[in-house]
């Protein structure tokens, strides 16, 4: 579903910057978080049709994670490796578009260290050529054992949809115009393997929402807000 009020956002440190804020190109974005050994994400999917910009870092630079981003020919269709890389940081790597014609694209970080890393981000931006672009497609997802992944930033409010193959907690963070985090609002905190729920609007300009598993048993977990 075409999401024409999605933002995305990405977080360097305690920062967060709007990268990309509802009239311009958006982007499939993460906006961090923690991945034990084992664990992996992936973003929503960004419509593009000259390929993407591929940005993220992990915060441990001798971290050897695996990177990489997959294309579909549509939002929900099968997809295909494109690109793959191994280190902390991808940013700056571009993935040109493999055949022509408006693609969807994600990005999946997966922890093939054998310790937990950090990561500050992961997204994706259309190449400068592109003629058109298209909101965050889809769901963020994720594989955790234990740790946390936030994202799916959204402007005003929006209905959380969200599941878990096991009881996990979700948190909705709320944002002000300028990108900080408003840590006295707190729109919604439950422990549960699933949440369909409106939240906001509210006293604050932008919403995203987090997935933290507290066991060590590995989570499936699909997470998204749909505009209302």
Known sequence: MKRPTRASIVMA?????????????????????????GSSMCTDRTMSDDGVNVSGTVTTPSAQVTWTVREADTATGAETEVFRSVGYDVTGRQVASPHAGRLFYRLCLANTTRSSVSFSHAALTPRPGFTDAQQGDGPT???????QVCGELIKGSGRLISSASSPVTWFVRAYNGDGTILRSIQPLTVTS???????GPGAYAFLDVCAINHSTTTAT????????
């Open 193 to 199: 393997a699933s949440v369909n729920q409106l939240v």
């Open 141 to 147: 997802t994720a594989e955790l054992g234990g740790g």
């Open 221 to 228: 977990l699909s997470m998204e807000f749909a505009v209302v």
């Open 13 to 37: 440190g305690a920062a967060v910057t709007l990268v990309a804020v509802l009239a311009g190109p958006a982007s499939a974005s993460s906006a961090g978080g923690s991945l034990p050994a």
